[in-house]
């Protein structure tokens, strides 16, 4: 299986689309899907619009199958990324995480998963991330991450 990193494209918004619109995938992330337009308008405008965030869609066998992001919140500089469910439980997320790890210069790095998300968690926490704390999203829980230096 070949997992490569590589710009986003136009089509690959609607493939992220449609994995946003997974329930199970809303479900675990604790992220409401977004309709068309307004899915399309972030993108565009803050995140391909966006000189700061650096973006990557994750391609497995030539295949769109998500995408890692990483953006600026005041002083941190967070990162997430959203896989669909056909390419979970593959350890593609982690290839995916080590590729872009290596491309992504600032440190530290921060991240949010919602802490029934115990796959996102484990994954995080394999690349280097350490628990720093809870934070709350609304009604949810989320648990505060961060990876200090760069993976070797």
């Given at each position: 299986?070949?997992?490569?990193?590589?710009?986003?494209?136009?089509?690959?918004?609607?493939?992220?689309?449609?994995?946003?619109?997974?329930?199970?995938?809303?479900?675990?992330?604790?992220?409401?899907?977004?309709?068309?337009?307004?899915?399309?308008?972030?993108?565009?405008?803050?995140?391909?619009?966006?000189?700061?965030?650096?973006?990557?869609?994750?391609?497995?066998?030539?295949?769109?199958?998500?995408?890692?992001?990483?953006?600026?919140?005041?002083?941190?500089?967070?990162?997430?990324?959203?896989?669909?469910?056909?390419?979970?439980?593959?350890?593609?997320?982690s290839r995916a995480m080590a590729l872009f790890l290596a491309e992504e210069p600032n440190r530290p790095l921060y991240a949010d998963p919602h802490e029934g998300n115990t796959?996102?968690?484990?994954?995080?926490?394999?690349?280097?991330?350490?628990?720093?704390?809870?934070?709350?999203?609304?009604?949810?829980?989320?648990?505060?991450?961060?990876?200090?230096?760069?993976?070797?």
């Amino acid at each position: 299986m070949d997992v490569r990193l590589r710009d986003v494209t136009e089509a690959d918004l609607e493939v992220f689309l449609a994995q946003e619109h997974d329930p199970e995938a809303a479900r675990r992330s604790r992220f409401a899907p977004r309709e068309r337009e307004a899915f399309l308008r972030h993108w565009k405008a803050n995140i391909l619009g966006d000189p700061t965030v650096y973006v990557r869609a994750v391609l497995v066998d030539g295949e769109p199958a998500g995408n890692l992001v990483a953006w600026w919140e005041e002083e941190r500089r967070f990162i997430g990324y959203w896989l669909g469910r056909a390419f979970w439980g593959r350890g593609i997320g982690s290839r995916a995480m080590a590729l872009f790890l290596a491309e992504e210069p600032n440190r530290p790095l921060y991240a949010d998963p919602h802490e029934g998300n115990t796959a996102s968690v484990r994954l995080l926490e394999k690349h280097g991330f350490q628990r720093e704390g809870i934070v709350h999203h609304g009604d949810d829980q989320h648990i505060m991450l961060a990876l200090h230096t760069p993976e070797p």
